[in-house]
């Protein structure tokens, strides 16, 4: 009995130092929590009618090139609000050169797309629908397709006062929607444990938290209600295989070199994506990329800036060597030594941070045809 008495007290004195190292290592970091309310600009306010018109924007193939390539078509609800692929699909005729961001909770980011290149969602919306190799459409033909619709002329008019839509107009419509496109914490397993549900984490997870802010160390970059620093990291992740092999990958690679001003150099070789360094121009900010939001990443997959970690379990096993082994690696990451258990207990509280049922929203009803306008 005695044996067991000590074995018993062990293993109370052992989950002790766990919480507190897990406590300790928060203590260093703004902690993990439930998102604040959406910030919102004080030149666009939210309206529901704002929100609803954006909504059907954003699902509306006409605001694109050949009007194959909405919002949704990359930002799926059904695929974790992105595409599903390593690679996203891009505009037809071209292939993309990195994956596809989800879209849920990006309304909390003070810098969006994986480099960083914007800093709003109203900036974001014309980067994704003018972009070469996503939406590729005209800004001017898109508004004056918005203008030969009348149920968008009506809707239009009430939102903003506009006798006619403008894509200025449109943006700020689509980006009042994705401020919608957020968690819900009442349906977030960590949410609810952290507000005093003690049986909405599991025994697995709870072991995770304390890994992960603890052993694993994930909190010093993946901090606060979003769970990312919003700053940028050199991984030494790979470049994606199919870069080697795939002409309309590589002529993406070259043309991007070109777009963003990298060096002759840079151009003619285009053999990995700088990241960051096209913002900054700075060497030292090569392959850097912003750390992702963990939150909802259970239904986000693949992972990583070129989709080349299928599974969290992946995610996990790189983080646990230490990352991996491109030029210009933060020394951030080292080897963490976790356990085949600890792996799992550190994806089940990840996956924790998703809510327990993925955010759908149904499509919406689309205004209908074109109509002639009066020529008189």
């Known amino acids: 009995m005695g044996h067991i008495r000590s074995i018993r007290l062990a293993l109370a004195v052992a989950a002790v130092c766990t919480a507190a190292s897990a406590a300790a290592g928060d203590a260093k970091f703004p902690p993990l929590g439930p998102l604040p309310p959406v910030p919102v600009p004080a030149d666009n306010p939210m309206t529901a009618d704002k929100v609803a018109l954006g909504k059907q924007l954003f699902w509306d193939n006409r605001l694109s090139g050949d009007g194959s390539t909405p919002c949704v078509s990359?930002?799926?609800?059904?695929l974790g609000w992105g595409d599903g692929g390593a690679i996203s699909r891009g505009y037809p005729g071209t292939k993309h050169w990195r994956n596809s961001q989800?879209?849920?909770?990006?309304?909390?980011?003070?810098?969006?797309f994986w480099a960083g290149s914007v800093t709003s969602l109203e900036a974001q919306a014309p980067s994704a629908a003018e972009g070469g190799v996503a939406g590729n459409g005209d800004r001017s033909l898109m508004e004056m397709r918005l203008r030969f619709i009348p149920e968008y002329v009506a809707a239009f008019k009430n939102v903003f006062g506009a006798d006619w839509p403008r894509m200025t107009q449109a943006y700020a419509a689509i980006a009042a929607y994705q401020r919608t496109v957020v968690s819900d914490a009442t349906r977030v397993p960590f949410d609810r444990w952290q507000a005093g549900d003690k049986a909405a984490m599991s025994a697995e997870a709870q072991r995770g938290y304390a890994l992960f802010s603890g052993k694993a160390g994930c909190i010093a970059c993946h901090n606060g209600p979003l769970a990312s620093d919003q700053r940028f990291y050199n991984l030494g992740l790979p470049e994606h295989p199919d870069l080697a092999e795939d002409p309309l990958l590589q002529i993406t690679h070259r043309w991007e070199?070109?777009?963003k001003g990298t060096t002759e150099d840079g151009y003619r070789?285009?053999?990995?994506?700088?990241?960051?360094y096209y913002q900054t121009k700075n060497p030292k900010d090569i392959g850097k990329f912003r750390t992702p939001s963990l939150r909802e990443v259970k239904y986000t997959g693949p992972y990583m800036h070129n989709g080349t970690l299928a599974t969290l379990d992946e995610v996990v096993a790189f983080y646990n060597a230490g990352g991996g082994t491109a030029p210009g690696k933060t020394d951030k990451l080292k080897p963490l030594g976790l356990t085949e258990q600890e792996s799992k207990d550190l994806v089940a509280f990840v996956e924790a941070l998703s809510m327990t049922e993925p955010l759908i929203h149904d499509d919406p009803k689309l205004p209908g045809d074109y109509q002639p306008l009066a020529t008189q």
Do not use: E
């Open 269 to 276: 070789h285009a053999d990995r994506d700088k990241g960051y």
């Open 257 to 259: 070199q070109y777009q």
């Open 102 to 112: 989800t879209i849920v909770n990006s309304a909390y980011y003070n810098k969006l």
């Open 74 to 78: 990359c930002h799926l609800p059904a």
